[in-house]
């Protein structure tokens, strides 16, 4: 990457109001059959606009064409059924009715290759691809066949890994894996998530990334968060085995969290989306809030290593708070470029 600093986002932005309910998760798309088809591509279109308009460097597709970061993956895959659906805690915090896995889980067809494809041909910008997860895609169903939590997370790694060869293939520069989950179960994470992942990656020539937050500003999670003390160490427990991982990027919440900065410092030698922007408020940062998060930063993560990023993702905010605080995301960056040009 020759520009230094690149500026990214974790992935959603928010979805026009034509094509679904604003600021709503999982909610319903407003068009159906070749009209949706259209919509989808249309509003990829305008999310792409607000990033090259706020200048941010590596794009995504804002996840335009998916109702949720996980549903939408599994709904393309047979082995789960939707209509049985079981109610179960997702991330030990919040009751969800989730479908059922009644039979061997496999990926007959691509699930976003097209959409890669797509958007590929609209930008020569580097772009970034989210997918689930493993261990977060398991935690978003009810199992009655594998009746395991590790095998199933196998399962889905070799299904991840089919879908990210043909992203890379379509021209995908950056595959990130979203595992929230990693927040919350250590002992799994340590015993057989961060493997399953290296399993997702298996063979990839292009850059890989994990996406580790503290989950979009919807109120289980803000709840969960004031629980959590005054000092979130959760990283601390996967960062060591993490460092030794093959994954490239490692992207985190650092914008008003409670994660001391220093943690970062275990994963020394990665490179780090670190996470300048709340995605938990409407209050637009300003570009001196986010420079401020990175120069903090800076003390554990070398500049040729530092990725400014979001918290997390923005689909539930109001499109202009999302717009504005792109802006400031890339102000931030360009005041600390400035920095340490005039450091030389
Ligand atoms: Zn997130």
């Known amino acids: 990457m ?22 709503t998760l999982w909610s319903p798309w407003k068009l159906q059959d070749a009209a949706l088809i259209e919509g989808k591509q249309d509003a990829l279109r305008l999310s792409l606009d607000d990033q090259d308009r706020a ?3 590596i794009v995504s597709d804002g996840e335009q064409t998916r109702q949720h970061f996980v549903t939408t993956f599994i709904e393309h895959l047979s082995g789960v059924d939707f209509e049985s659906r079981q109610t179960v805690k997702i991330r ?16 007959e ?18 772009i970034k691809w989210a997918l689930p997860g493993p261990m977060t895609m398991i935690d978003t169903l009810y199992d009655a066949h594998y009746k395991s939590r590790e095998k199933l997370a196998w399962e889905f790694a070799k299904i991840l890994n089919q879908e990210a060869r043909e992203l890379e293939a379509a021209g995908v520069d950056i595959i990130q894996f979203d595992e929230p989950a990693f927040n919350v179960f250590f002992d799994e994470v340590n015993d057989w998530g961060i493997a399953t992942l290296e399993k997702a990656i298996e063979g ?8 580790i937050c503290y989950g979009y500003g919807i109120k289980a999670n803000i709840d969960w968060k004031n629980s959590l003390g005054s000092e979130w160490r959760q990283y601390e427990e996967i960062f060591p085995k993490l460092q030794k991982s093959n994954i490239d990027l490692i992207s985190l919440e650092c914008q008003h969290s409670r994660v001391p900065m220093d943690l970062i410092e275990l994963i020394r030698g990665k490179k780090v989306m670190v996470g300048a922007i709340d995605v938990a408020t409407h209050t637009v940062e300003t570009p001196e809030d986010v420079a401020n998060t990175l120069r903090q930063a800076l003390r554990f993560v070398d500049a040729d290593k530092l990725y ?3 918290n997390c993702g923005m689909a539930p905010l109001p499109r202009h708070v999302a717009r504005g605080k792109l802006q400031a995301l890339s102000a931030g960056a360009a005041i600390i470029r400035k920095e340490l040009s005039a450091q030389g």
């Open 109 to 126: 067809k691509p699930v976003f290759v097209e959409d890669a494809k797509f958007l590929r041909g609209l930008t020569k910008k580097p």
């Open 204 to 211: 990839l020539k292009c850059e890989t990334a994990v996406h």
């Open 92 to 107: 030990n915090r919040y009751d969800a009715s989730v479908p059922t896995v009644v039979g061997a889980v496999s990926r």
């Open 55 to 57: 200048g941010i460097d």
């Open 2 to 23: 020759k520009t230094l600093l690149p500026t990214s986002t974790a992935g959603s932005l928010p979805k026009p109001s034509w094509l679904a309910q604003a600021e």
């Open 308 to 310: 400014p990023c979001t």
